[in-house]
């Protein structure tokens, strides 16, 4: 969450004035938290070594991206919250699998 996003402010910030949000029509988590999210996945997807930076040794990049949401977020919506993030980590795989843009991003990831 330390990392900067695209608008140039860390996610952490960028995120933390936002609400946690799912899509009732997708179940997918959206907003600032699924972009950080996607773009943390997105980095999962490219970087394959990533597992061997001790910055990722307790969890990786999504996983962080999740966590961050699960505890931003309602704690009565927590397992929506974790089920939401499972399903748009999927999302992300099965567009790349098939090299197409990922959900929220819309950028076209190649595996590393």
Not at 24 to 45: H, M, P, R
Not at 98 to 107: E, K, S, V, W
Request: net charge negative; with cysteine; hydrophobic share 40%.
């Amino acid at each position: 969450m330390t990392t900067i996003a695209p608008c140039g402010q860390t996610w952490q910030m960028y995120c933390g004035s936002s609400p946690v949000e799912i899509d009732k029509g997708t179940g997918l988590l959206k907003g600032a938290w699924g972009e950080c999210l996607v773009w943390a996945k997105a980095y999962e997807l490219q970087t394959p070594q990533w597992s061997s930076d001790p910055e990722w040794a307790q969890n990786g990049p999504a996983g962080q991206a999740a966590q961050a949401a699960m505890a931003a977020g309602p704690q009565s919506d927590k397992e929506f919250i974790e089920q939401a993030c499972d399903n748009l980590e999927k999302a992300c795989e099965a567009a790349t699998a098939m090299g197409r843009a990922l959900p929220i991003i819309n950028q076209v990831i190649h595996r590393g």
